[in-house]
């Protein structure tokens, strides 16, 4: 959820997602940010998410609503969300999926499918154990 533009703080739509409930990401300005919100917009309904703050500290959340244009999140960059039940605290650096590590080690700022096998079952077994309120 990092913005790309340069004008803004890459992390400020980190915490305004974090502290409203949302997920998501900025305008999309071509044809690959074009294709990144279509895979964004048809994640199904309890799809797990996760993200890190400016701090690292890392964050999981499930996706509870469909796609919807904010534009009262176009100061920072984050206008097409969706309604997100995000964890309370950070993550525990040593229950974070390997997976979802190195996602995060190769630089990626927005929407990306993690392609291994056990990573929704570990992140699935993960959130059951979670504070969530």
């Known amino acids: 959820m990092q913005s790309r533009r340069d004008d803004v703080d890459p992390y400020a739509a980190?915490?305004?997602a974090l502290v409203r409930g949302v997920c998501g990401m900025g305008e999309a300005d071509d044809l690959r940010?074009?294709?990144r919100l279509e895979r964004f917009a048809s994640a199904p309904l309890g799809s797990f998410v996760w993200t890190r703050?400016?701090?690292?500290r890392?964050?999981?959340g499930r996706l509870t609503g469909p796609w919807h244009y904010d534009e009262s999140g176009a100061e920072v960059d984050l206008v097409n969300v969706r309604d997100t039940d995000w964890v309370s605290e950070p993550v525990d650096a040593a229950l974070v999926p390997t997976a979802v590590s190195r996602t995060f080690a190769r630089g990626g700022r927005n929407v990306q499918r993690i392609h291994t096998d056990h990573v929704e079952v570990e992140t699935a077994?993960?959130?059951a154990r979670?504070?969530?309120e």
């Not at 703050?53 to 690292?56: P, S, W």
């Open 14 to 16: 980190v915490d305004r």
């Open 33 to 35: 940010s074009e294709r």
């Open 53 to 56: 703050d400016v701090h690292g």
């Open 58 to 60: 890392t964050y999981v």
């Open 125 to 127: 077994a993960l959130w």
């Open 130 to 132: 979670l504070d969530r």
